[in-house]
Protein backbone atom coordinates (compact mmCIF):
# COMPACT_ATOMS: atom_id res chain seq x y z
CA UNK A 1 0.00 0.00 0.00
CA UNK A 2 0.99 3.50 -0.69
CA UNK A 3 2.70 4.89 2.81
CA UNK A 4 0.21 7.38 4.24
CA UNK A 5 1.27 10.08 6.46
CA UNK A 6 -0.87 11.57 9.76
CA UNK A 7 -0.51 14.41 11.92
CA UNK A 8 0.65 13.11 15.38
CA UNK A 9 -0.16 16.42 17.89
CA UNK A 10 1.86 19.87 16.35
CA UNK A 11 5.11 18.35 16.02
CA UNK A 12 5.11 15.10 14.97
CA UNK A 13 4.06 12.91 11.87
CA UNK A 14 3.69 9.44 11.23
CA UNK A 15 3.91 7.16 8.31
CA UNK A 16 2.23 4.27 8.04
CA UNK A 17 3.41 1.25 5.93
CA UNK A 18 0.74 -1.23 6.36
CA UNK A 19 -1.60 -2.44 8.98
CA UNK A 20 -0.56 -5.79 9.59
CA UNK A 21 2.30 -7.19 11.83
CA UNK A 22 4.48 -8.91 9.21
CA UNK A 23 8.15 -8.82 8.36
CA UNK A 24 8.14 -7.62 5.13
CA UNK A 25 6.17 -4.46 6.25
CA UNK A 26 8.60 -3.98 8.96
CA UNK A 27 11.44 -4.42 6.88
CA UNK A 28 10.18 -1.46 5.14
CA UNK A 29 9.82 0.36 8.28
CA UNK A 30 13.34 0.12 9.26
CA UNK A 31 14.66 0.48 5.54
CA UNK A 32 13.16 4.62 5.97
CA UNK A 33 13.66 4.61 9.67
CA UNK A 34 17.40 4.23 8.02
CA UNK A 35 16.87 6.55 5.23
CA UNK A 36 15.18 9.62 7.92
CA UNK A 37 18.36 8.82 9.97
CA UNK A 38 21.18 8.83 7.41
CA UNK A 39 19.93 12.20 5.82
CA UNK A 40 17.57 13.65 8.20
CA UNK A 41 14.96 16.25 7.73
CA UNK A 42 15.63 19.57 9.21
CA UNK A 43 14.59 20.47 13.03
CA UNK A 44 14.39 16.51 13.27
CA UNK A 45 14.22 15.45 16.92
CA UNK A 46 13.51 11.77 17.11
CA UNK A 47 12.67 8.77 15.05
CA UNK A 48 9.86 6.07 16.16
CA UNK A 49 9.90 3.07 14.58
CA UNK A 50 7.28 0.49 15.10
CA UNK A 51 5.50 -2.57 13.58
CA UNK A 52 4.09 -0.52 10.76
CA UNK A 53 4.73 2.73 11.45
CA UNK A 54 7.63 5.84 11.65
CA UNK A 55 6.38 8.76 13.70
CA UNK A 56 8.77 11.24 13.41
CA UNK A 57 9.20 14.15 15.98
CA UNK A 58 10.36 17.25 14.91
CA UNK A 59 11.17 20.57 16.87
CA UNK A 60 8.49 23.08 16.95
CA UNK A 61 10.15 25.94 16.45
CA UNK A 62 11.76 24.64 13.18
CA UNK A 63 8.34 23.53 12.13
CA UNK A 64 6.72 26.74 13.03
CA UNK A 65 9.07 29.43 11.51
CA UNK A 66 10.60 27.70 8.50
CA UNK A 67 7.60 25.30 7.45
CA UNK A 68 4.50 27.04 8.08
CA UNK A 69 3.50 23.80 10.54
CA UNK A 70 3.81 20.05 9.58
CA UNK A 71 2.05 20.57 6.25
CA UNK A 72 5.27 21.44 4.80
CA UNK A 73 7.18 18.68 6.78
CA UNK A 74 4.73 16.68 5.14
CA UNK A 75 5.91 17.44 1.62
CA UNK A 76 9.32 17.00 2.65
CA UNK A 77 8.35 13.61 3.55
CA UNK A 78 6.52 12.56 0.65
CA UNK A 79 9.11 13.81 -1.39
CA UNK A 80 12.16 11.80 0.21
CA UNK A 81 9.36 8.75 0.29
CA UNK A 82 9.59 9.23 -4.13
CA UNK A 83 13.83 8.68 -3.60
CA UNK A 84 15.20 5.70 -4.27
CA UNK A 85 17.09 4.52 -1.13
CA UNK A 86 19.52 1.08 -1.41
CA UNK A 87 22.12 1.39 1.43
CA UNK A 88 22.79 -1.45 2.72
CA UNK A 89 20.59 -1.91 6.03
CA UNK A 90 22.80 -3.12 8.95
CA UNK A 91 21.53 -6.23 10.42
CA UNK A 92 20.29 -6.21 13.97
CA UNK A 93 22.47 -7.77 16.52
CA UNK A 94 21.41 -11.37 17.50
CA UNK A 95 20.30 -11.90 21.51
CA UNK A 96 21.01 -15.12 22.58
CA UNK A 97 18.35 -15.76 25.90
CA UNK A 98 18.68 -18.27 28.12
CA UNK A 99 14.63 -19.21 28.57
CA UNK A 100 13.80 -21.78 32.05
CA UNK A 101 10.09 -22.86 30.27
CA UNK A 102 8.44 -23.62 33.98
CA UNK A 103 6.13 -20.51 33.07
CA UNK A 104 2.72 -20.51 35.01
CA UNK A 105 0.49 -20.26 31.91
CA UNK A 106 2.76 -22.59 30.41
CA UNK A 107 -0.11 -25.84 31.08
CA UNK A 108 -2.75 -23.65 29.62
CA UNK A 109 -1.32 -22.84 26.48
CA UNK A 110 -0.24 -25.76 25.78
CA UNK A 111 -3.88 -26.95 26.21
CA UNK A 112 -5.25 -23.99 24.69
CA UNK A 113 -2.99 -25.23 21.39
CA UNK A 114 -3.58 -28.62 21.33
CA UNK A 115 -0.15 -29.43 21.64
CA UNK A 116 2.23 -30.74 24.75
CA UNK A 117 4.56 -28.67 26.98
CA UNK A 118 7.44 -29.37 25.17
CA UNK A 119 5.52 -28.80 21.87
CA UNK A 120 4.72 -25.69 23.23
CA UNK A 121 8.86 -24.96 24.06
CA UNK A 122 10.51 -26.37 21.17
CA UNK A 123 7.88 -24.48 18.86
CA UNK A 124 8.80 -20.81 20.73
CA UNK A 125 12.62 -21.45 20.70
CA UNK A 126 13.13 -22.74 17.43
CA UNK A 127 12.33 -19.55 15.62
CA UNK A 128 14.53 -16.60 15.87
CA UNK A 129 12.53 -13.47 15.83
CA UNK A 130 12.62 -9.83 14.89
CA UNK A 131 12.10 -6.95 17.55
CA UNK A 132 9.49 -4.42 15.95
CA UNK A 133 9.57 -1.94 18.07
CA UNK A 134 9.90 -0.66 22.09
CA UNK A 135 7.24 0.71 24.39
CA UNK A 136 4.40 -0.36 27.07
CA UNK A 137 7.16 -0.63 29.86
CA UNK A 138 10.73 0.95 29.45
CA UNK A 139 12.93 -1.70 27.60
CA UNK A 140 9.87 -3.68 27.20
CA UNK A 141 10.73 -5.11 23.27
CA UNK A 142 7.76 -6.85 20.95
CA UNK A 143 8.96 -9.48 19.02
CA UNK A 144 7.26 -11.66 16.46
CA UNK A 145 5.66 -13.11 14.71
CA UNK A 146 5.19 -16.44 16.04
CA UNK A 147 4.15 -20.02 14.88
CA UNK A 148 0.70 -19.91 14.12
CA UNK A 149 0.42 -23.04 16.44
CA UNK A 150 1.10 -21.00 19.25
CA UNK A 151 -1.45 -18.18 19.03
CA UNK A 152 -2.94 -17.61 21.80
CA UNK A 153 -5.12 -14.36 23.30
CA UNK A 154 -3.96 -12.11 26.14
CA UNK A 155 -5.47 -12.91 29.81
CA UNK A 156 -8.79 -11.47 30.06
CA UNK A 157 -7.60 -9.97 33.55
CA UNK A 158 -4.16 -8.84 33.99
CA UNK A 159 -1.84 -10.24 36.70
CA UNK A 160 1.07 -9.62 38.75
CA UNK A 161 4.09 -10.59 36.75
CA UNK A 162 7.70 -10.65 37.15
CA UNK A 163 11.06 -8.70 35.82
CA UNK A 164 12.15 -11.24 33.05
CA UNK A 165 9.42 -13.54 32.70
CA UNK A 166 8.62 -14.30 28.79
CA UNK A 167 5.43 -14.10 27.48
CA UNK A 168 3.21 -14.81 24.38
CA UNK A 169 -0.06 -12.78 23.02
CA UNK A 170 -1.31 -12.71 19.94
CA UNK A 171 1.49 -14.11 17.19
CA UNK A 172 4.09 -11.99 19.30
CA UNK A 173 6.00 -13.25 21.87
CA UNK A 174 8.39 -10.57 24.39
CA UNK A 175 9.99 -10.02 27.86
CA UNK A 176 9.32 -8.43 30.71
CA UNK A 177 11.98 -6.17 31.77
CA UNK A 178 10.15 -5.23 35.17
CA UNK A 179 7.57 -5.98 37.50
CA UNK A 180 4.48 -4.81 36.18
CA UNK A 181 0.72 -5.90 35.40
CA UNK A 182 0.42 -7.34 32.19
CA UNK A 183 -2.00 -9.62 30.58
CA UNK A 184 0.58 -11.93 28.40
CA UNK A 185 0.49 -15.93 28.81
CA UNK A 186 3.85 -16.27 30.94
CA UNK A 187 5.63 -19.50 29.61
CA UNK A 188 9.31 -18.99 30.91
CA UNK A 189 11.69 -17.11 32.61
CA UNK A 190 15.01 -15.48 32.25
CA UNK A 191 17.30 -13.09 34.15
CA UNK A 192 19.55 -12.02 30.81
CA UNK A 193 17.31 -9.00 29.68
CA UNK A 194 19.23 -7.43 27.00
CA UNK A 195 18.62 -3.25 26.41
CA UNK A 196 17.22 -4.08 22.91
CA UNK A 197 16.73 -2.10 19.67
CA UNK A 198 14.02 -1.98 17.16
CA UNK A 199 15.83 -4.46 14.06
CA UNK A 200 17.57 -6.91 16.85
CA UNK A 201 16.62 -10.63 16.35
CA UNK A 202 16.25 -12.87 19.25
CA UNK A 203 16.57 -16.49 19.98
CA UNK A 204 15.28 -18.79 23.01
CA UNK A 205 17.59 -21.27 24.55
CA UNK A 206 15.70 -23.78 26.73
CA UNK A 207 17.89 -24.19 29.83
CA UNK A 208 17.16 -25.73 33.36
CA UNK A 209 17.42 -25.62 37.13
Known amino acids: MKPQIYELGDNALTIEFGN ?30 AYASLTIVFNLGVVASRFQGLAG ?10 EAFTAVIPEGRLHE ?3 VYEGPDLTSVAS ?10 RIHSEK ?27 KVTPTEIKAGDIGLAGNQTGIYPSASPG ?27
Not at 134 to 154: C, E, H, K, N, Q
Open 20 to 49: EISESVHEEVMKRFYQFQSFPLPGTLDLIP
Open 183 to 209: GWQIIGRTTDIPHFRAGDRVRFIPVTV
Open 112 to 121: ACGLSEQEII
Open 128 to 154: EYTVYFLGFLPGFAYMGTTDARITVSR
Open 73 to 82: MKTLIENKLA
Open 97 to 99: IPC
